[in-house]
């Protein structure tokens, strides 16, 4: 069986969208393929490419679309893996061409699920004055391996005293009036529970600051 061909009628710049063209065949069909694409694989008026040859064009400019978004998703903040691949997938990019992205945006190391769980952590931290329960809720959302989120808390937790975290709540209170009030004392306590703190850590750092 012969594999089929197809004539090229038109390549042409897409409107509005320079980096984007117009490609027509002679049978109607009509595609659209990015700017490098049509360069670097001579897509012409009056070319001839096989049916085969197409798809391995079509398949490239797809990769190379997925890699123009992951890329500019990149270029406003870190990212995990899990939530570059949610994007991608959230713009209807097949999710044989994300995991090859994925791959190649981690061996030139553009994302790190490590390095994005310990900046996360410490923005997290700085902001929330969160525990590790709520720490570990929150980095589940962007991180798939629990191995990878237990070294990331392993290493934050090192760098950053729970004692430490939860004094920065307590300071904001006068402890005389927490010693005094116990409807003061049991919402402070609440309040830290909600931040994902544990119990003891929490009883211990209290009586600390009151003594």
Same mark, same amino acid.
């Given at each position: ?8 009628l ?10 984007? $063209? @117009?490609?027509? /065949?002679? +049978?109607?069909?009509? !595609? ?5 694409? @049509? ?11 096989s049916?085969?040859? $197409? ?7 797809? !990769?190379? *679309? ?9 270029? !406003? ?28 945006f ?7 699920? /490590?390095? /994005?769980?310990?900046? $996360? ?17 929150? =980095?589940?959302?962007?991180? +798939?391996?629990d191995? @990878? ?10 760098? $950053?005293? *729970? ?5 920065s ?22 309040? =830290? ?15 600390q !600051?009151?003594?």
């Open positions: 069986m012969k594999t089929k061909k197809n004539k090229i038109s390549v042409t710049p897409k409107k509005n969208k320079k980096e984007l $063209f @117009v490609v027509e /065949f002679v +049978d109607g069909s009509i !595609y659209e393929l990015s700017k490098d694409i @049509v360069i670097s694989e001579s897509i012409y008026a009056g070319g001839i490419i049916s085969i040859d $197409f798809d391995q064009v079509l398949e490239k400019h797809a !990769y190379h *679309q997925a890699q123009s978004a992951g890329l500019n998703l990149l270029s !406003y903040r870190m990212r995990s893996k899990k939530e570059l691949c949610t994007k991608l997938v959230n713009k209807n990019v097949d999710k044989t061409i994300i995991a090859k992205v994925i791959t190649k981690e061996n030139e190391g553009w994302i790190d699920d /490590f390095q /994005f769980g310990i900046a $996360f952590s410490k923005d997290q931290i700085r902001r929330n004055s969160i525990g590790p329960i709520a720490l570990k809720y929150k =980095l589940k959302e962007y991180i +798939d391996s191995d @990878v989120i237990k070294s990331v808390m392993e290493k934050v937790y090192k760098e $950053f005293s *729970q004692d430490d975290i939860i004094l709540v307590l300071k904001k209170y006068n402890p005389d009036k927490i010693s005094s009030d116990n409807n003061l004392r049991q919402k402070i306590i609440n309040k =830290l529970k909600r931040k994902g703190h544990y119990w003891q850590d929490i009883n211990e750092t209290i009586n !600051y009151l003594d």
